[in-house]
């Protein structure tokens, strides 16, 4: 059994959960308002964080009424070393701590090109090629072993991706090589299959689902620009029919899921209401 | 490793359609020189070209961040060349992908991009040399905040074989003597057209005119210092920046008194500047 399993006992089940990043609560949906109103519907926050901004009312609010937090890096290239510093990984995890997070995550490949500096920020995926896969083993564990926190690699959105390998081939060489959970966002792999004109439950095959821990889920929009058709991410209340095709058939896989979150807080409530409901419904939480 | 050209390679394609073309239309070419293998190479040209240019509005919000930094050098040039199109232009440069392939910084990039368009005669109003060297300056300042060094408590006693360096933050410039009532001109006028955007659609709209004339043989001395949500400028005397200069690198107090002293600085007057600078940490004992 390797030190994953071994910790897995004590990596609490979070429920269904929503996402918010900084000062996404004043422009959407308020985590706070949602949970005090629907407590069946939603049991923990996942805030999406970067060092510029720190954190905000919202998630300190969140974070002082005891309820579960996650947090969601924004900003570290976890497929190249030189991107994880020192400062980044003190001043996440303290912020981490602050909210009293049970793990980080967030998508593994570049948020930023070059350095971190404005006008930098640029969600890319991964290269998709073993040189990659390494590095990123090698970041996700000094994350994993300098701050104590599971760190769980999400696959990202894109409309371009290069390299060799299916993208859950590439994650399931990160998790077993890191040690590691993994988040797997069924958006994300829906815009990925789509992208390289796969069904959407391609590439399952010897995909390690005993190690996803959480799952994501967000509405998308089949779209084009100068004719190019793609599925844009654009976290629109409903999601397409691949991402839930996914969802249900990773659900009954994993069985060591903990947490979903649905990537709705820039809607409004009532539109995703039914959404929420689904969601419980497939993955009931029980304390 | 090849795959973090490739990385590289795909900001540049996102950014640059002219870059699209060369490299479908010439790869060998367009790559040459580059740590790409002849799979990645191929696995590149696989993609349908019409992919890199599915966001067509990524160069404008990038461009809203440098313009909001070089926000008077910016409109300068947009005064003068009535052309978007000019500072676009920007993610077609030299500048550019040079600072994409080497992992430099875009901001920076984008400051030598105007300077050298300034240098070649592309630009010609004369405000804009300087109001560019400042906020560059000023550009420069910022990405040096988050080096982190050790400030010690000072001595009762500053010996001349003490070094001195700059806080990350802090530097100096000399400019000609009307460069902040320019920016202060342009920042007026910003002001006004930000009030009602579609005003500037009008033929009766506030329009850039008349900046202050180039007072080339006058200057104004300027030091950079850390502040709360950045970088501020504080003006200085001439004296402070003939002295101040010196500790772009570090150098014992020694060596600065005898460079000021070049520049013709008395060594006591140096040796009180120094002092003020390390007691209000601009500069550090390094």
Not at chain 1, 66 to 71: A, E, K, N, V
Not at chain 2, 95 to 120: P, V, W
Request: net charge negative; hydrophobic share 40%; charged share 25%.
């Amino acid at each position: 059994m390797t030190k994953f399993f071994e910790k897995l006992a004590k990596v609490p089940c979070l429920g269904v959960g929503i996402s918010g990043e900084f000062g996404s609560a004043s422009k959407g949906i308020d985590a706070c308002l949602l949970q005090e109103n629907y407590p069946e519907l939603v049991h923990f926050f996942e805030y999406g964080g970067d060092l510029e901004r720190g954190l905000d009312e919202h998630v300190r609010r969140w974070a002082m009424t005891g309820l579960p937090t996650t947090y969601h890096f924004l900003d570290v290239n976890i497929e190249e070393r030189v991107d994880l510093t020192k400062d980044w990984l003190v001043n996440t995890v303290e912020m981490a701590k602050e909210i009293n997070a049970a793990w980080v995550c967030g998508d593994a490949g570049r948020w930023h090109f070059g350095r971190r500096e404005r006008g930098h920020q640029m969600l890319m995926p991964p290269i998709l090629c073993m040189d990659s896969v390494l590095e990123s083993v090698n970041n996700i564990r000094q994350i994993q072993e300098e701050s104590g926190f599971c760190c769980l690699p999400e696959n990202p959105p894109a409309v371009i991706y290069l390299g060799e390998m299916h993208i859950l081939e590439y994650f399931a060489e990160i998790a077993e090589r890191a040690d590691c959970g993994l988040l797997l966002d069924c958006a994300h792999l829906a815009i990925f299959q789509h992208s390289r004109k796969l069904s959407p439950l391609t590439g399952f095959d010897n995909y390690p689902f005993e190690r996803v821990i959480e799952l994501h889920v967000a509405g998308g929009t089949l779209t084009e620009t100068n004719g190019y058709p793609y599925i844009d991410d654009d976290h629109s209340p409903e999601p397409i029919e691949a991402t839930w095709e996914i969802l249900e058939y990773v659900i009954s896989r994993a069985t060591n899921l903990r947490a979903i979150v649905y990537e709705c807080e820039h809607n409004i409530l009532e539109e995703c209401l039914d959404n929420f409901v689904k969601l419980n419904q497939l993955f009931p939480f029980t304390k | 490793m090849s795959y973090h050209t490739l990385q590289h390679l795909t900001v540049r394609l996102l950014f640059d359609e002219k870059f699209v073309q060369y490299v479908y239309e010439n790869p060998d070419n367009a790559l040459s020189g580059l740590d790409v293998t002849n799979q990645e190479k191929q696995q590149l040209l696989a993609i349908d070209r019409r992919a890199w240019g599915y966001d067509p509005l990524r160069r404008l919000r990038t461009m809203r961040t440098l313009v909001e930094e070089f926000k008077v050098s910016t409109t300068i040039v947009l005064a003068e060349t009535k052309k978007l199109a000019f500072l676009e232009e920007f993610f077609s440069s030299q500048a550019f992908h040079q600072s994409i392939q080497e992992r430099g910084s875009m901001g920076l990039a984008f400051a030598d991009y105007l300077s050298e368009r300034f240098r070649k005669g592309e630009l010609k109003t004369p405000q804009l040399s300087d109001v560019l060297r400042l906020e560059t300056l000023m550009a420069r300042s910022r990405r040096n905040l988050s080096q982190k060094v050790q400030i010690p408590i000072l001595p009762d006693i500053l010996r001349e074989d003490l070094k001195i360096k700059f806080v990350p933050g802090a530097d100096v410039g000399a400019f000609q003597a009307n460069t902040i009532a320019t920016i202060q001109k342009i920042e007026k006028y910003l002001f006004e057209v930000n009030l009602m955007p579609a005003m500037v659609l009008c033929d009766d709209a506030p329009r850039l005119t008349n900046l202050p004339m180039v007072e080339a043989k006058k200057k104004s001395y300027l030091l950079c210092v850390p502040a709360a949500n950045g970088v501020s400028l504080v003006n200085i005397e001439k004296a402070d920046y003939l002295v101040l200069i010196e500790a772009r690198s570090a150098l014992t107090i020694r060596q600065v008194i005898e460079r000021a002293l070049a520049s013709g600085v008395a060594k006591a007057k140096t040796q009180e500047i120094i002092a003020r600078a390390l007691e209000e940490q601009t500069l550090y004992l390094c």
